[in-house]
């Protein structure tokens, strides 16, 4: 029954991994793609922004 026991653990790691593998293609485009892709469109342009003002006029 060690083996029974030695098994167990990545048996439920695989399982747990193939999960979090289902839930990340099936969230992947759909009704979230636009909102997560105004989010990143936000946060680069804000670092852009922050950039250019660090840099100063003259650059």
Known sequence: MDYVSALVPPV??????VGVIRVIVKTQGGSNKA????AVDAALARVDGARQASAGPDA
């Not at 909102?35 to 105004?38: R, T």
């Open 12 to 17: 439920v790691m695989a399982v747990f991994f």
């Open 35 to 38: 909102k997560e892709d105004a």
